[in-house]
């Protein structure tokens, strides 16, 4: 029986950081639930917006959260009016969990993904998406590889399983190329999941990418100037 780990909770504190950001002490459970409100509104809003990650800094009650997206127009908005409604949105999701009337102190950053192709949940949204448009599983499998390729990535290994191209019996089907060191704790490895609600049944994805060997943890600190739009009021 194999032993499965999950290749970003086994590189945390060496060369993967946490998403969330904050000590909690007595208040953990209100604050996890909401890290998960805040996540679950914003993927639910943009479902396929090439969301990467979510990240959430807490400082004296204040929220700052980073959002990464390989499409950071589509959050923006016209003259920064959708980053706006999303903030609000969030306030007022915080808001009604806290139980209170007063302002919460949110802060809003979108940052672009510079290469959206070396990001295992921007990928894995992206098939996905066109699992969802009837698009063929190894079609998209293999387009999604190219292009990570292509990019110069060590190496990626895509995983679908489900009621593929509407078969009767579900099964799995594995493409890769490259090498996937899962095994070296040294190995960046890039991981995600993702769900294609189809007509037939939900099609599980996953999605691995090899970056490179790096000894050290990405910064922890939030974005002051991200690259199109910073929301520093309230």
């Known amino acids: 029986m194999g032993q499965k780990v999950n290749p970003t909770g086994f590189r945390l504190g060496f060369n993967k950081n946490w998403t969330s950001h904050w000590f909690a002490g ?16 914003i993927f ?3 479902k396929r917006s090439g969301i990467s990650s979510i990240e959430t800094f807490r400082n004296r009650g204040d929220v700052v959260v980073n959002i990464h997206t390989a499409k950071p127009g589509i959050i923006i908005g016209r003259s920064g009016k959708g980053a706006q409604e ?18 919460v102190g949110l802060r809003l950053n979108i940052v672009e993904t510079k290469i959206p ?17 009837r698009i063929s599983v190894k079609r998209a499998m293999r387009q999604a590889i190219e292009r990570t390729m292509e990019r110069r990535a060590k190496g ?11 078969a009767e019996i579900a099964r799995d089907e594995v493409m890769s190329n490259g090498s996937i060191p899962l095994q070296t704790i040294r190995s960046d490895i890039s991981y995600a ?9 939900a099609i599980g994805i996953k999605v691995w990418i090899y970056l490179g060997q790096s000894d050290t943890m990405p910064s922890a600190q939030p974005v002051e100037q991200p690259s199109r739009y910073n929301n520093n009021r309230g």
Do not use: M
């Open 26 to 41: 007595k208040n953990l459970v209100a604050s996890l639930q909401e890290d998960h409100s805040i996540k679950t509104v």
């Open 193 to 201: 999941q993702a769900t294609a609600v189809t007509t037939y049944g």
């Open 44 to 46: 639910e809003k943009y």
């Open 117 to 133: 192709e070396f990001s295992a949940q921007v990928v894995a949204d992206t098939i996905a998406g066109q699992l969802e448009r």
């Open 156 to 166: 990626i290994k895509i995983k679908v399983s489900g009621r593929l191209n509407g």
């Open 86 to 103: 999303l903030k609000a949105k969030l306030e007022l999701t915080i808001a009604r969990l806290r139980k209170t009337n007063d302002k």
